[in-house]
Structure formats: structure tokens, C-alpha cells
């Protein structure tokens, strides 16, 4: 039986594997990124030949989720549960594609954290004997989440420097208790994060919102596990983008902590030398599609052995901040490992 | 160790108690319900001295989860993981709480369905060996909802025969392994919803959007036990109003099942007999504030010894209903029994 170490982290007892994997892109930037050749799908065209977008991004996240159910040769009933969000409103890319795939489904809304969130409690219920096979997904889309969050495309907006563009992609991991695939990729343990707000309601500045919840959970991960930042070959944020990843350094360092050259961000990293790109990217489809992309695949070819991925969210309401509120950020980590 | 019996129900191997509860109402409707006796908080001012609906409900939120881990002389440090969400967009009222609180944090949305959500992956959380103490807690606000979904109230838009009135609540449960009450309330088993879209797209018809998903969820629960109706004293929906209750009946007698006279809807009890009540109530407060007012305390006074608790949620999507998508809809049953 897996069990709660320290005040945020649970240490699974049996390996939870990572049998299927899927990311998946779509959209000019995603296609010319460095790291588009580790996409299992990419597309050029962002409205999927759907009629908006926001029904493009439900294809996304349903295209994402039976890719990795195919991969390790499942099929849809062999599902036990389905856990799952995006960003937009009542969680509709996940909601509409849990009604699809007629697999029972828990509902998560992590903001752009919802990758670890549904791979941390996912492995939970795979631990603890309640599943033996766990669908864990995401999605977020560039247009959805302009029209949503900020400014209507059509204006044509500039960026400020301190903004972040939204991937367009998804990903999905379904975990299991049998290594089905035979890549030996297992979650050990994972450590939940604590909400905090610490003075940002900015929505083009959302690196900085997110950096401080984001420094806590690692210092919470290496405070119940009693390990350093030396324990892993990488420390993969999920998009905190350049600004907010100087941001953690410096909060790392005020602890007396270094995470000594092995940090990534995979907001920072995605749109790298990208036409226009201010400090990076964001969205739940940003780390989802690095884990399940370059990450994965690098572990596959040996290029390292273990991580820890802490994607982040910023959940960022329209409403809150108007009325003077700051945004309330989480962040959730899981330690990834091949064994054996 | 818990296990997964049949395609969407989970049975507890332990018992995992609701050691804590707490519910909570606002306003003139809440105060004058026939069931306000049986709320441990009622307060007249559905504004709680705040400046904004959104700050109250925030309010409401905290107040009702930290009530329901005073009722069992823990503190907030003694709480391993918090489960909520609520209607709002970016599950803010949950999200500040959390940042309140300072406890881990899992996000949820199944919209008026996060009652029974928070309580089945809770409990697996519990019988896992993950937690000793998991807070699950949500909340709904009328002025909030309707600001969001609906109408602002300041245009007085009439309601139309289907509608139903969001309660302004909150409920929460102190779930732990150790009875720390005394109360003998025990959580047994629970079955995770499928999500179904079946042809309503109607904001002020979400009793009839919902009853399908319900349907679906307790006919599973059934199947997968083994057991009828007979075997609970009470099968309690959450807000399926009178017209959605009725389509629960006639969907339920097709498959040629008869709930007995056991069914009871929180949404069609709440604000019975008051004024310009439609199809009765809805909101993820009305089946929290119930389920931890009047049903728990009935049991408690020995009225009856167990239940099948089944709140129904409805992803309503103002964008994707504008886009001519349905609702999709979910419905998450728990098993509640006081033992010995």
C-alpha cells in the first residue's frame, strides 16, 4: 500500500506505469518548434477542419487520449477511469471527449498543472487498487484561450513582454499496473502543491504568478523525501517561460537551493527562437505535450534516467480580477523514473 | 485494499468515515426552507459583509470546509489533501480557500456533481493508504451563478417553467480512517459517471439534461453490486428539480427498474412551497448543504441507516451551448451508511 511521507508527498508502494503515451500539436508555431520531431502528431491546421476552435481542441484532447490508450494496444473499455481538464470553462475539451470515449471520468481543473495533477491522483487510484489501467489527459488551445482569458483575436492585440502564447497540443499518459508497453517508465512518488497568490493579477505575466507556488512544491518535494536537487538528472517545469524560471532560480536560492544546471521548462522551451515569442509558452497543452513528446522519448533513448516534472498553474478568472483579487497558482510534482 | 467491482463502481476495504461535516446557508430562500433547521450555519445576508457575490461565496466556502474539520477537533495542519471546486469559472471560490487554508490542493469540476466527486476519489485516497484526513468541500452562490451562466439579475429576466434556483451553500466533509466523531457514518462504495450529452443545450432546463446521466450512473451502481433499489432506506439525487426527477422515473422504469418510493431530490426539496419556485433548486451547494443538513443529521437521529447519494452535475459551456453543442452532463453515486 502507498503512503503519505511528509506534509505533500505520497510514495507509491507497487510500480504505476506509464504504458501509453500521446502528444499531439497543431498550429505553425508547434510545427516549426525545435521539438516538434517528438510529437507522435503534429498538424498544421489549428481548426482541425472543425468549425471553431473550440471544437478543434475537444478533437485534440479526444485524438491525445485514444492515442495513448492505442499505444499499449487498450482499448477504450479497458479504461477504469479517465481523469482530465483543460482551461476553458467547465472543462468542455475534456467533457465532451469523457462523453466520446463512454469511459467514467473524474473532472480535474489544475489550470496549466492538470497534467501532474491527473498523473498524481491517477497513480493513487492505480496504488491503491481501484484501477488497473487510469486515463490521464489535457489540452489547451492558442485561440480558445485568447477569446477566453484575454483579448478577442480579431483585435490583434500586441503582446507585452511578459506574455506567454498558448500552445496548441494535448497529451495523455495511461497509467497502468503492468509495464503493457515494456518501456519501463514508472511514477515513484509525487508531491501536491499548496495554493498560493503572492500579489500578481496580470494575465500576461503569468510566470511570475506561478513561480512562488511552483519553488514551494519543490521545496516541499525535497523537504518530505529528504533528497537534493542532485537526486535527478532533470527538473522539468511545466511553463513557467524565461521570466518566471529566472523567478524560481531566485526563490530557490533565497532556501539556499540550486537546481544546479538540471532545470528545463518546457515554456521556456518550446517556442525557442520562434518569430514574436516574448517569454515563452503556456497552457495545460504546453507540458503535456513536452512530457509526452522530447521528455519521454529522451528517457526512451537513454538520454537520462529520472525527472522530476512539476508542471504549474495559474488559475487565472477574469471575474477575480477584475474586482481587485490576485491569481491563485498551484503546482503538482511527479517524480518519473526508467527502471531497471 | 479497495478494489474496482464491474465497469464504473469502486467498493472501500476499510472503512473510511465522515468524521466531519458542515453545511452552510445564505439568504432569504435558504433561511425560510422547511430543512434550514438542519443547516449548522444560516445566515441572512447572502453577501456576507463582502463587496462582491464572488468574495461572499469564497467566504462560504472556507467557513463551511473549516467547520467540517472543527466538528472533529482537527486542525487544518491535520488535513493531508482538500478535494473541491465549485461553479464558478477557474474554481476560484475553491482555489482561495485552498490558498486560505494552506493545505495540498486537488482542483475538481463536475459541476453540481463535485459533492459526491470530492467524496468517492477522496475516500479512494483514503483507503489507499494516502491520507488519514481528506477535506472535501464545495460550494454554489445564485447571484454568482447567474452573473456567469445566466442573466445578470439586475435585468430581472423572469424564469422560465423549467428553471431552477441555485442555492446559495456550501457543504463539506471531514473524511478519515479513524471515526473520530463517533457518528459510525462510513462511506462503503462508490460508482464513477460516465459523461452523456443527450440533446439539451437549455441553461434553464437542467434537470431534464441531467436526469440521463443519473440514470445511467445508479443503474450502473446497481449492476455492478448486485443489489436493487430495496437495499437502501434512501436514494438521494442531488438537483434534478421535479421535471428532471420525473425523467429520472420514466428513464429508470424503462429499464424496468422502480426506485420504490426511495427517491428523494435535494433540488426539488430545498425550496419547496416558497414563492415563485419553478422546478425547484440546483447548484453544487444544494446537494452539499443538503446531504451535510438534513440527511446526515436524519441519519443520525436514526430515521434511516443507508444511502445512495447521487448529485448530478451539468457541464453548462455559455460557449460551447452558443456553438450548438449539448450539455454534457455526469453523475458520481456514493454509498453512505452508519454502521454498527
Keep these: 500500500m502507498g503512503k503519505k511521507t511528509g506534509k505533500q508527498t505520497v510514495v507509491f508502494a507497487k510500480n504505476v506505469y506509464i504504458a501509453g503515451h500521446c502528444s499531439l500539436a497543431a498550429g505553425k508555431y508547434e510545427r516549426d518548434s525545435k521539438y516538434s520531431g517528438f510529437f ?10 472543425e468549425d471553431t476552435w473550440e471544437k478543434a481542441e475537444h478533437m485534440m484532447f479526444k485524438t491525445a487520449a485514444l492515442g495513448a490508450v492505442n499505444y499499449c494496444k487498450l482499448k477504450t473499455g479497458d479504461v477504469d477511469f479517465m481523469l482530465g481538464g483543460d482551461l476553458l470553462n467547465q472543462i468542455i ?18 489550470a496549466c498543472s492538470t497534467m501532474s495533477e491527473s498523473l498524481l491522483v491517477g497513480a493513487m487510484l492505480v496504488d491503491g487498487g481501484f484501477g488497473e489501467n487510469v486515463l490521464c489527459a489535457t489540452s489547451s488551445h492558442f485561440a480558445t484561450a485568447e477569446r477566453q482569458f484575454r483579448m478577442p483575436l480579431e483585435l490583434g492585440t500586441p503582446n507585452t513582454t511578459t506574455s506567454q502564447k498558448t500552445v496548441s497540443g494535448a497529451g495523455a499518459c495511461l497509467l497502468s ?13 509525487g508531491t501536491a502543491g499548496i495554493v498560493m497568490e503572492m500579489g500578481i493579477a496580470d494575465a500576461n505575466d503569468m510566470g511570475a504568478a506561478m513561480a512562488p507556488a511552483c519553488a514551494q512544491t519543490i521545496l516541499a518535494h525535497f523537504e518530505d523525501t529528504g533528497r537534493d536537487a542532485a537526486y535527478y538528472d532533470k527538473i522539468i517545469t511545466g511553463d513557467l517561460g524565461t521570466f518566471g524560471s529566472r523567478m524560481l532560480a531566485d526563490l530557490l536560492k533565497k532556501a539556499d ?11 521556456a522551451m518550446i517556442f525557442e527562437g520562434l518569430p514574436d515569442i516574448k517569454c515563452g509558452a503556456s ?4 507540458a503535456a505535450s513536452m512530457l509526452n513528446g522530447y521528455f519521454i522519448k529522451s528517457m526512451l533513448q537513454g538520454e537520462f534516467k529520472n525527472m522530476l516534472f512539476i508542471p504549474t498553474g495559474a488559475m487565472l478568472s477574469k471575474t477575480s480580477t477584475l474586482q481587485g483579487c490576485m491569481i491563485p497558482c498551484v503546482a503538482h510534482a511527479v517524480e518519473i523514473e526508467r527502471v531497471g
Excluded: N, Q, T
Excluded at 499496473?177 to 512518488?189: N, R
Excluded at 537551493?257 to 515554456?267: A, E, I, K, T
Design 177 to 189: 499496473k503492468m509495464d503493457l508497453s515494456g518501456e519501463k517508465i514508472v511514477l515513484k512518488s
Design 93 to 110: 475539451s475534456a467533457g465532451f471527449s469523457a462523453a466520446d470515449l463512454a469511459v467514467p471520468f473524474f473532472g480535474l481543473y489544475g
Design 257 to 267: 537551493f540550486d537546481l544546479m544546471g538540471r532545470h528545463m521548462d518546457c515554456g
Design 40 to 49: 507522435d502528431i503534429v498538424l498544421e491546421d489549428d481548426l482541425l477542419g
Design 283 to 286: 497552457g495545460c497543452g504546453c
